[in-house]
C-alpha cells in the first residue's frame, strides 16, 4: 500500500541482518528483531541499509531480506528497502526485483567505486532512475561510505524529480544539515537524519524522522526521543540524547562499529553476532568489555 506523505517520519531501524555461520539469512531471527521493532513502536523499517550489511551480503540474501521485511511488516507501515550499488543500470535492476516482491519505497545512494566528478552526475543518476522504475525513491547521503556528499542545493534540486521523496542525511555535519533543513523547508520532501548523535537536536529543528542503527535494540528510547523532540520537549530530549549518546558508546569496541552492535542483539537474543565477511570479528576481550558496558547501563 501506498502511504500518506504524513505517515512517511518517525523512527525507521535500518534492520540488521542476522546471519547462519554460511552467511545464509537467518529468517527466523530476522523476524524476531522486524517484530522487536514494530512491537517498539517504530514507523518505519529499512532493510539492507549499511547496518543491513547490504553491500556485503550476498545477492541471494540480499533480495530474500528486503522481501521478507515487506512480506513481515505486512502494510503496518512503510518499508523502504535498500537498493545501494554502485552504478544507475545496477540500481534499476535492483529495484525492478524488489518491486516483484511489492516494495513501493526504495533508499538509494549515489554511484560509487567510480568516484562522482560532480554533483549534476548525482543529480542524473537519481533522474534516470527516476524515469526508468515506478518505485518512489529516498536519497540516502552518506559520504564516508559512498566518498561523494550531496550537497544541501544539490538535495534541493533532487526534491524536483518524480518519485523522490525522501532524504536520509548522513554527512555527519550539523552545519551542513541544518542548511539543509533551512532550504528544503517549505518543500514536500521528507528529511531524516541518520546515525545517532544528531538525532535529538535534527528533530528538535524539524525533521520528519531519524534512522540510527541502535534503534533495531532500543526502539522504545529512539521513539519516546522523536515523540519529545515533535513536542518540543527540550529537557527530554536533551536526556534522552545523552541516554543514546551512553548506549553508542557500543560502538567504539572492536574494529569495526557494526560488531558491537551485532554482539549485543545476540545478548539481546535477536539474533547471532556473526558479521559478514571480511568484517573483523570482536576479540573476547571486547566482547566482554561490551558485557560490562550493558551492565552498566541497566544501572
Known amino acids: 500500500m501506498t502511504f500518506a506523505d504524513r505517515d512517511l517520519r518517525g523512527i525507521v531501524p535500518p ?12 529468517e527466523a531471527s530476522f523476524v524476531k528483531l522486524i517484530r522487536h521493532c514494530l512491537d517498539g513502536g517504530v514507523h518505519g523499517l529499512f532493510p539492507m541499509g549499511s547496518a543491513g550489511e547490504g553491500t556485503n551480503v550476498s545477492r541471494a540474501v540480499w533480495e530474500r531480506a528486503n522481501a521478507l ?14 537498493v545501494i550499488d554502485v552504478s544507475t543500470p545496477r540500481v534499476i ?44 525513491i529516498m536519497v540516502y547521503n552518506i559520504p564516508a561510505l559512498t566518498q561523494v556528499n550531496i550537497l544541501p542545493e544539490t538535495v534541493l534540486e533532487l526534491a ?30 521528507r528529511i531524516f537524519c541518520g546515525g545517532e548523535e544528531l538525532c535529538g537536536t535534527s528533530l528538535l529543528f524539524g525533521t520528519h524522522g531519524s534512522i540510527a542503527g541502535l534503534a533495531n535494540l532500543f526502539p522504545e528510547v529512539f521513539v519516546e526521543i522523536y515523540e519529545a523532540g515533535r513536542r518540543g520537549d527540550v529537557a527530554r530530549t536533551k536526556a534522552l540524547q545523552q541516554r543514546i549518546n551512553d548506549i553508542k558508546r557500543i560502538c567504539g569496541i572492536g574494529s569495526s562499529w557494526l560488531t558491537g552492535m551485532k554482539y549485543t542483539m545476540q545478548k539481546m537474543n535477536l539474533g547471532g553476532s556473526k558479521a559478514s565477511v571480511p568484517v573483523e570479528p570482536l576479540l573476547p576481550e571486547e566482547e566482554r568489555r561490551i558485557d560490562a558496558l550493558l551492565e552498566e547501563l541497566k544501572a
Open 15 to 26: 534492520l540488521f541482518t542476522p546471519l547462519n555461520e554460511d552467511e545464509s539469512l537467518d
Open 69 to 82: 521485511c515487506l512480506q513481515e511488516a505486512g502494510g503496518k507501515v512503510p518499508v523502504y528497502c535498500g
Open 93 to 136: 535492476e535492483g529495484i525492478k526485483k524488489v518491486e516483484q516482491h511489492g516494495a513501493e519505497y526504495v533508499v538509494v545512494t549515489p554511484h560509487f567505486y567510480m568516484n562522482t566528478s560532480c554533483q549534476a552526475e548525482v543529480v542524473r543518476h537519481f533522474e534516470t532512475i527516476s524515469r526508468q522504475t515506478a518505485a518512489r
Open 160 to 189: 524536483k524529480i518524480d518519485r523522490v521523496i525522501g532524504y536520509k542525511d548522513t554527512c555527519g555535519s550539523w552545519d551542513q544539515h541544518f542548511k539543509t533543513l533551512t532550504l528544503l523547508e517549505g518543500t514536500a520532501l
